[in-house]
Nanobody
Framework: QVQLVESGGGLVQAGESMRLSCAASGSIFSINIMGWYRQVPGKQRELVAVMSSGGSTNYADSVKGRFIISRDNAKNMVYLQMNSLEPDDTAVYYC?????????WGQGTQVTVSS
């Protein structure tokens, strides 16, 4: 019923910026939480940034001040502006949607930050 598709990942040098996009489709309740998680091999998937439909946000300490999450509720899209990227930001980034208590995930997009 719900599908999430990420785009915008790739290879970037340390210190540069990248913008990720996620498009959600299907039956989506108007009150929801969308955002981004990331995962590296052998590690647990971790929250990066999330935003509710009402505009409240939550950021991981490691990205606070560097990353900015935004939403377009009319289009059911969420974005992640990543600035001052560091090699430790290298991961697969997953778009997420908590819709009526059910967590949905995109397929993930690889972000690689080289030094």
């Amino acid at each position: 019923q719900v599908q999430l598709v990420e785009s915008g990942g790739g290879l970037v040098q340390a210190g540069e910026s990248m913008r990720l996009s996620c498009a959600a489709s299907g039956s989506i309740f108007s009150i929801n939480i969308m955002g981004w998680y990331r995962q590296v091999p052998g590690k647990q998937r971790e929250l990066v940034a999330v935003m509710s439909s009402g505009g409240s946000t939550n950021y991981a300490d490691s990205v606070k001040g560097r990353f900015i999450i935004s939403r377009d509720n009319a289009k059911n899209m969420v974005y992640l502006q990543m600035n001052s990227l560091e090699p430790d930001d290298t991961a697969v980034y997953y778009c997420s949607l908590n819709n009526r208590g059910v967590q949905h995930w995109g397929q993930g997009t690889q972000v690689t930050v080289s030094s």
